[in-house]
């Protein structure tokens, strides 16, 4: 694939399309046929480009996706195709309603202010209102009440004619540990006293829905009408906890992930300098060379992401082997070791996250390393950088 990048951008973004179909085929078999496939394309696509990713998960059989605000939905919507559902999961400003009900986007409703706001904006352009009724069940974030709940479902019924009740839904507190199973048991029970109630009001929403990535692959019963998967579409397991329960359990095995990262993060060698026994490398004093060293400089740093705390501790890949970094890094730039490397050279290519040979450099190891995990660290990939979709 030859694209010209480099000149600008330092590094780039690679997406696989086959490992992105490995992973929503193995979700959607671990949901099962009942339930529809979200994709959570919030926080610019967990990193991976809302416009580039869009299309790629549509291509793949994805026809929902879901988004955070407002800012989301209207990036997601200038490349989604006809017919594929957008929901906006948190914010969007009520000035802003009449323009997703003239995209059919849906949206959640937390609070009365937003119901009034969603039928008088509907009723005022003559067209329907897709929402979806959030039920605070324990995670004390945003939601209805329950004991609010007969009070709204009275207002929808009395304004039907505007309203398409998309969906009833809640989301748990912290899936990914079995910590909080008693505090999800407890946010299960009351979720399910309120959709008793929605089912007894005649009101039919098209879907009931609770499930994140982590709730779907450890509570099976949590994948209901349609499940939002973020993290594992991606290819990373929510947790540890979350993957090892998994092969506890039998559902995956302990050799083989399931799960593909779809990212590489690449760039090249730009400069090769060669230090001398006794020298400093970079700002300050935090590398002395304690032979002669040959060193590859990579224009990327702290401002892309790669965590000033991987100073003296990351690594990287180069020719297929690692290469560790050495001396701080900086806001643009980091210096590796490339001694033990043969023929390294300036341009030659260099993965900061992937595979290259044997060798894979993943999301979580690097994110354990600087101390942030796995979102945190994918959302940090600039939104600036090129991305290429791949096979
Ligand atoms: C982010 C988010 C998800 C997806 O969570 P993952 O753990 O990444 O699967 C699902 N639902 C809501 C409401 C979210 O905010």
Redesign the pocket.
């Known amino acids: 694939m030859m694209k010209s990048y480099a000149t600008t951008a330092g590094s780039w973004i690679e997406l696989s399309t086959s490992a992105l179909k490995r992973n929503i085929a193995y979700l959607k078999k671990r949901i099962g046929k009942g339930s529809h496939f979200v994709s ?1 394309v ?1 926080g610019n696509a ?1 990193g991976h480009g809302i416009e580039d990713y869009v299309p790629l998960v549509e291509r793949c059989g994805v026809r929902r996706f ?1 988004v ?1 605000d407002a800012t989301e939905a209207e990036r997601a919507n200038r490349v989604r195709t006809e017919g594929m559902a957008i929901m906006i ?2 914010h969007i400003d009520h000035a802003d309603l009449a323009w997703a009900v003239e995209r059919g986007i849906s949206w959640y409703v937390f609070d009365l202010e937003r119901l009034d706001a969603s039928i008088e904006t509907a009723k005022r352009l003559g067209k329907r209102a897709s929402i979806h009724i959030e039920v605070e069940t324990g995670f004390n974030r945003t939601g209805f009440r329950p004991v609010e709940m007969e009070r709204v479902i009275e207002r929808c019924r009395h304004n039907a004619d505007v309203l398409d009740i998309a969906g009833v ?1 809640t ?1 748990f507190a912290g899936a ?1 540990s079995i910590a909080n199973y008693y505090r999800i048991q407890e946010q299960r029970r009351v979720f399910n006293e309120v959709r008793a109630q929605w089912e007894a009001s005649g009101l039919r929403p098209s879907a009931y829905h609770v499930a ?3 709730a779907a692959l450890t509570y099976p019963e949590t994948t209901m009408d349609l499940v ?5 579409q991606y290819g990373f397991w ?1 947790s540890t906890e979350t993957r090892v329960q998994n092969m506890m359990n039998g559902e995956t095995s302990f050799s083989k992930d399931p799960l593909v990262q779809v990212l590489t993060w690449k760039s090249r060698v730009i400069a090769m300098q060669y230090v001398r026994t006794g020298e400093y490398v970079g700002y300050g004093t935090s590398y002395l060379a304690q032979r002669p060293t040959q060193i590859a400089v990579i224009p990327v740093g702290y401002c892309h992401g790669f965590g000033r705390s991987l100073s003296n501790l990351g690594h990287v890949l180069i020719r297929g082997h690692k290469a560790p970094v050495i001396g701080m890094v900086n806001m643009n730039i980091i210096t590796v070791d490339v001694t033990a490397i043969p023929g390294a050279e300036s341009g030659d290519e260099v993965v900061l996250i992937g595979k290259q040979g044997r060798h894979r450099i993943t999301v979580s190891s690097f994110s354990d390393l600087a101390n942030y995990v796995n ?1 945190e660290m994918l959302i940090r990939l600039p939104s600036e950088l090129p991305r290429f979709v791949v096979d």
């Open positions: 959570v919030k967990y879901a955070s999961m948190n839904c989301h990914e994140s990535s982590a939002r998967f973020g993290i594992a929510p979102y």
